[in-house]
């Protein structure tokens, strides 16, 4: 392994640029060159590709969003188009490829390795929704945003003793949404783990039971992947709970500003710890692998085993979140 890429791709995550740094720093520091490919797999496709250097990701470890760019690459999914790149790289002389991503990329990274590139796949999602790892990175930037807004939010729904619905990021789970909901206090979070218990019925009877004369305010959470699945958008949510309780009720959809800002610690620190590690087992010889953490402690696994995990439905948070929400 004498030079390996490292490119970013699918949704941005807060942090991508701290796992850029640390891959290209470590692999440098391993006596190994690196270099840049932009736009994702289409970089393999375009050969938008540049060398690095240690300056070349000097002061981005502050700064959100990704210096490689990011995107979704259809023409990547079949075979011609991983062959297409696999062409690249041996032109380019990249021996191997650290792929920073959601689970679409890790596809993209194992039908690459079984090709004869060698890939690591390191989780970046603020939505938290990779099996095979605790935690994604971006995901405690975009909880921190969310809840600042809310927090603001709040004030003002305090204020004029009204409701506000407040839909969050998460399409196919509602890590950002228990959590958020749980730091500002929401009456009620809907997401899709939840659907039969926490329904837009229940959500409504929770606001009835509390409301007194004095105490008119509530936040309702709820995650994007339960308006798309229930076809009831937040808007929609709000008219039926402003009907049905009387309190003044407004959607504020908080949207891609989720997904920007500058990282928390927590989302530097985990990317540099998986870009090292991601480096370490390319450098070790090791293909087809997706690094993340577990307990604590920063594990790998095979690509399509990581692919075939489930993930937990925080059932004791949303427990806790309904326990103390009244
Ligand atoms: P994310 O990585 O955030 O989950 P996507 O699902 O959009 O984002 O995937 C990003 C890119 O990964 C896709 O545009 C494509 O290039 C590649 N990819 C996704 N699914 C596959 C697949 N089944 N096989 C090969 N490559 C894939």
Same mark, same amino acid.
């Given at each position: 392994?004498?030079?390996?890429?490292?490119?970013?791709?699918?949704?941005?995550?807060?942090?991508?640029?701290?796992?850029?740094?640390?891959?290209?720093?470590?692999?440098?520091?391993?006596?190994?060159?690196?270099?840049? $490919?932009? /736009? +994702?797999?289409?970089? #393999?496709? @375009?050969?938008?590709?540049?060398? !690095?250097? &240690?300056?070349?990701?000097?002061?981005? $470890?502050? /700064? +959100?969003?990704?210096? #490689?760019? @990011?995107?979704?690459?259809?023409? !990547?999914? &079949?075979?011609?188009?991983?062959?297409?790149?696999?062409?690249?790289?041996?032109?380019?002389?990249?021996?191997?490829?650290?792929?920073?991503?959601?689970?679409?990329?890790?596809?993209?990274?194992?039908?690459?390795?079984?090709?004869?590139?060698?890939?690591?796949?390191?989780?970046?999602?603020?939505?938290?929704?990779?099996?095979?790892?605790?935690?994604?990175?971006?995901?405690?930037?975009?909880?921190?945003?969310?809840?600042?807004?809310?927090?603001?939010?709040?004030?003002?729904?305090?204020?004029?003793?009204?409701?506000?619905?407040?839909?969050?990021?998460?399409?196919?789970?509602?890590?950002?949404?228990?959590?958020?909901?749980?730091?500002?206090?929401?009456?009620?979070?809907?997401?899709?783990?939840?659907?039969?218990?926490?329904?837009?019925?229940?959500?409504?009877?929770?606001?009835?039971?509390?409301?007194?004369?004095?105490?008119?305010?509530?936040?309702?959470?709820?995650?994007?992947?339960?308006?798309?699945?229930?076809?009831?958008?937040?808007?929609?949510?709000?008219?039926?709970?402003?009907?049905?309780?009387?309190?003044?009720?407004?959607?504020?959809?908080?949207?891609?500003?989720?997904?920007?800002?500058?990282?928390?610690?927590?989302?530097?620190?985990?990317?540099?710890?998986?870009?090292?590690?991601?480096?370490?087992?390319?450098?070790?010889?090791?293909?087809?692998?997706?690094?993340?953490?577990?307990?604590?402690?920063?594990?790998?696994?095979?690509?399509?085993?990581?692919?075939?995990?489930?993930?937990?439905?925080?059932?004791?948070?949303?427990?806790?979140?309904?326990?103390?929400?009244?």
């Amino acid at each position: 392994m004498k030079t390996i890429g490292v490119l970013t791709s699918g949704g941005d995550a807060p942090g991508m640029n701290a796992a850029i740094r640390s891959v290209t720093r470590t692999a440098l520091a391993m006596d190994m060159s690196v270099k840049g $490919i932009y /736009r +994702g797999f289409n970089g #393999l496709l @375009t050969n938008h590709i540049d060398d !690095f250097s &240690p300056r070349s990701v000097s002061n981005i $470890i502050g /700064r +959100g969003g990704t210096i #490689l760019y @990011t995107a979704r690459c259809p023409e !990547f999914i &079949p075979i011609e188009g991983v062959r297409k790149g696999v062409q690249t790289c041996k032109n380019e002389g990249i021996d191997g490829i650290v792929v920073i991503g959601g689970d679409g990329s890790f596809r993209g990274a194992r039908d690459l390795s079984n090709e004869g590139v060698p890939c690591v796949a390191i989780p970046a999602t603020i939505d938290n929704d990779i099996a095979s790892t605790n935690y994604t990175i971006g995901f405690d930037t975009a909880m921190n945003t969310a809840m600042e807004l809310m927090d603001k939010l709040r004030d003002t729904t305090q204020s004029h003793d009204r409701c506000s619905i407040v839909e969050v990021m998460g399409r196919r789970a509602g890590y950002i949404a228990i959590h958020t909901g749980i730091a500002c206090g929401a009456n009620s979070i809907l997401t899709l783990e939840t659907k039969d218990d926490y329904t837009i019925d229940n959500a409504i009877k929770r606001i009835i039971n509390t409301k007194t004369n004095r105490y008119r305010h509530f936040i309702i959470v709820v995650s994007e992947g339960y308006t798309a699945e229930t076809k009831v958008d937040a808007n929609s949510l709000a008219k039926k709970i402003e009907a049905a309780t009387g309190i003044e009720s407004r959607a504020t959809i908080l949207g891609h500003v989720q997904r920007g800002g500058t990282p928390s610690v927590r989302d530097r620190v985990a990317a540099s710890q998986l870009g090292y590690r991601a480096v370490e087992l390319l450098k070790e010889g090791k293909e087809n692998r997706v690094v993340g953490f577990m307990k604590n402690s920063i594990v790998d696994y095979e690509i399509n085993a990581a692919l075939d995990m489930k993930k937990d439905n925080n059932d004791e948070l949303f427990k806790i979140a309904k326990t103390i929400s009244f």
